[in-house]
């Protein structure tokens, strides 16, 4: 059982070009999330996807774009990245998004824009 | 605006030791639900521990319990007996339940607060 599978592991981009981050979860889950962190400011969500054909924005949405390409894959896009996306992504699932339904997370991506 | 706070960025403990965790949190909601997350060196979360804003008694899961002080919103992590692998940073997140509000179903965390273990 995977749980949250996340693609690439690392990656090294140049300012100005896209690329677009993989997520797939084995779980049935309904709900998906993209976070990233930054040193000193926790997880920031950047988009959820509350079930399957639906998307949202979080707190730092700008400069990114989201696909929920069926229950178990979504991705997260970059269309022409900046060195403020700099960061570690992060995502996750969970069953739905009851209050009470815990996140897992993949074992995140490190990006760095030069 | 923040809704999540810990104000304890670093902290040292000692094997063995019992070590407590701020987190205050800021929601008009009256269901909503808390959690913490550990967040090793190798960065992966992982998920501790649970309270919903209903539950009368304290969660604990092993050494984990969390102090919730409704009135004060608060829901602090107590970690007992301290171990050389609870090195790691902390992280205290919330859920609001409120269909209304732009943060429904959104897991919000904290800054974190990182935790050293000394023998």
């Known amino acids: 059982n995977a749980g949250v599978t996340q693609n690439p592991k690392f990656q090294v981009l140049k300012t100005g070009q896209s690329m677009t981050l993989q997520c797939a979860q084995d779980?049935?889950?309904?709900?998906m999330y993209w976070y990233r962190q930054d040193p000193g400011m926790g997880l920031r969500l950047i988009y959820y996807?509350?079930?399957?054909?639906?998307?949202d924005k979080g707190e730092v949405p700008n400069g990114y774009n989201v696909s929920r390409l069926n229950k178990r894959e979504f991705s997260l896009r970059l269309e022409s990245a900046a060195p403020s996306q700099t960061s570690v992504y992060f995502c996750?699932?969970?069953?739905?998004?009851?209050?009470?339904?815990?996140?897992?997370f993949g074992s995140g991506t490190q990006l760095s824009v030069l | 605006a923040q809704k999540i706070t810990q104000t304890q960025p670093g902290m040292f403990v000692q094997e063995k030791e019992a070590v407590t965790l701020d987190c205050t949190y800021d929601?008009?909601?009256?269901?909503?639900?808390l959690f913490w997350y550990k967040q090793p060196s190798s960065g992966e979360m992982i998920f501790l521990i649970y309270?919903?804003?209903?539950?009368?008694q304290n969660a604990t899961e092993g050494r984990y319990s969390l102090n919730f002080q409704k009135a004060r919103k608060s829901a602090n992590l107590v970690i007992s007996a301290s171990q050389l692998g609870d090195s790691a940073m902390y992280f205290c997140a919330m859920r609001e339940d409120r269909m209304t509000t732009d943060s429904w179903g959104k897991l919000q965390f904290g800054a974190g607060t990182q935790v050293v273990v000394t023998p």
């Open positions: 996750a699932s969970s069953l739905d998004s009851g209050t009470n339904e815990k996140l897992f």
């Open positions: 309270q919903g804003s209903y539950d009368e």
């Open positions: 779980m049935n889950h309904n709900s």
């Open positions: 996807s509350a079930s399957e054909g639906t998307t």
């Open positions: 929601t008009s909601d009256q269901s909503y639900g």
